[in-house]
């Protein structure tokens, strides 16, 4: 067995990639990053001991959590760079706390070549110091949430906005993973992991509104103009803010893919008359779309899927994302933006996009735009015109079953409205759902980090009715999942107290069978069945 990865949903046979990751990730990419993973838990031991809080040792740990997300960076030579970084870092927090015999392996151990990386790598696994399943179960629920709540707070650093509990507690986290700790103790940190990923949602919100305006109600366009285009995929704006200003005036569109599209919602974007509007679907079609596409694709986060030589001379990355042969857009100097010139160079040579379909789509509900709205929701339910809110957010993904999540959408009662955020919306966001009293039936608040933004109407709605639990407003979770920012999101979840939750199109293969009961018994986690029984139990409230 060359490698072991089960973090995300697609994972083989729901237990673990063990020859090559269903994502196109393969040994060589796959131990690497187990390799990063142990080497930050190093930096961690550390910073731990010598309580050094340093913002620079935070930052890196959440740097590179994020180059390890699935569909991220399956580049090695952007990972031993990371890699050979970590040495440094560690080395310096090494220095200032002295002699330790007690240190863990991940604190201890040097390489230099290659060569040694490999034979490391093949040896450390992300869980290693763990052979209790139960412990290793929860270790991977806590390590997997800190991987997407790194990301958001990546994002936020990008903008300027940084929280230093948020990198405190990924210093107490990744440390712990060497200790041999108890269940409670886990389940503690677990926990935890959910508080600093509401901390970290809530300063990505904080970076995105206070720097773009908060997102507006938009109809986005989903159909193309005669210039060329230049497409933008993923989850930073901060790229997406220096990419509008970089091609106005070029004769060049710039269009939004999959988790972009809620930058069509931003008001500082909506000034540039180039902004075309959004191309395609989710992730997972990137290979149809990019093909027709025919201008330049800049991947800014994660969700690369393999690329095929047809389009990889138009394709880039940024940032903490990374793919073998594509060319890379470097990081920005102190004070400067990054460099799109080659991108948009590119794009003028190329042929307009080829219309996939024509139309428009609503979004831009974030909670400000909800709130905005609550004496009407509220009417709406007293009236008894909306019977039931349905939480769809969270991931798209390939597997057939996840037409359960249109079928859903398509069975659910005209008295329910649907809440959601994340790429989980391709799968009913062009479905004709109609609206309730001039309130749409699919109200989207963004990006997968915006399930904060549900989070916060649930809350809100909770006070306006005067309840005292947020279990029982009529709302009912039914949310997919597919890498590890839906980790962090379902955390966050358990930890602002809400149970009764769906989970699909499977329950998570790294969750242990004594794991998964105390989740049940819990917080009433259920697996996603048959659509019309549970659609007839989120109705019922159950």
Partial sequence: MGMYCNQCQETVKNTACTAKGVCGK?????????????????ISYYAEKTGNKERKYGLFLCQSL?????????????????????????????????????????????GKTKEEFAQKA?????????????????????????????????????LGYYDDEVF????????????????????????????????????????????????????????????????????????????????????????????????????????YKHFAG???GSWWHQNKEFETFNGPILMTTNCIVPVRDSYKDRMFTTGMAGYPGVKHISDREQGKAKDFSEVIALAKKCAPPVELEKGEIIGGFAHDQILALADKVVDAVKSGAIKRFVVMGGCDGRQPGRSYF?????????????????????????????????????????????????????????????????????????????????????????????????????LPAFLSPGVAKVLVEKFNIKATGEVKADVDAMMAGK
């Fill in 406 to 506: 249109t079928e859903v959408a398509e069975n659910l009662p005209k008295d329910t409205v649907i809440l959601t955020a994340g790429c989980a919306k391709y799968r009913y966001n062009k479905l004709q759902l109609g609206d309730i009293g001039g309130i749409p039936r699919v109200l989207d608040a963004g990006q997968c980090n915006d399930s904060y933004s549900l989070a916060v109407v649930a809350l809100k709605l909770k006070e306006v009715f005067g309840l005292k639990d947020i279990n029982e407003l009529p709302i009912s979770f039914d949310i997919a999942w597919y890498e590890q920012k839906a980790v962090a999101v379902l955390l966050a979840l358990l930890f602002l107290g809400v149970k009764g939750i769906r989970l699909g199109p499977t």
């Fill in 66 to 110: 994020f180059a390890t997300i699935t569909n991220a960076n399956f580049d090695d030579d952007k990972i031993e760079k990371l890699i050979r970084q970590a040495f440094v870092l560690r080395g310096e927090l090494k220095a200032k706390a002295g002699n330790d015999n007690n240190a863990p392996d991940c604190a201890v151990w040097e």
């Fill in 26 to 42: 393969n040994e060589s990419t796959s131990n690497l990053h187990d390799l990063l993973i142990f080497l930050l838990q190093g």
């Fill in 278 to 280: 959004n191309y395609g």
């Fill in 168 to 271: 405190a507690f990924v210093i107490k986290a990744l440390a712990a993973i060497p200790k041999n700790l108890g269940a409670d103790e886990l389940t503690a940190l677990v926990l935890e992991t959910g508080e600093t990923s509401v901390k970290a949602m809530a300063l990505l919100d904080k970076a995105n509104t206070e720097t773009y305006g908060k997102p507006e109600i938009t109809k986005v366009n989903i159909g193309v103009r005669n210039n060329p285009g230049i497409l933008i995929s993923g989850h930073d704006l901060k790229d997406m803010e220096e990419l509008l200003k970089q091609t106005d005036g070029t004769g060049v569109d710039v269009y939004t893919h999959s988790e972009m599209l809620p930058a069509n919602y931003y008001p500082a974007f909506k000034k």
């Fill in 122 to 158: 093949l040896l450390t696994g992300v869980l290693s110091y763990s052979s209790n399943e139960d412990a290793r179960s929860l270790k991977s629920l806590m390590l997997f949430g800190l991987k997407g709540l790194a990301a958001y707070a990546d994002h936020a650093a990008m």
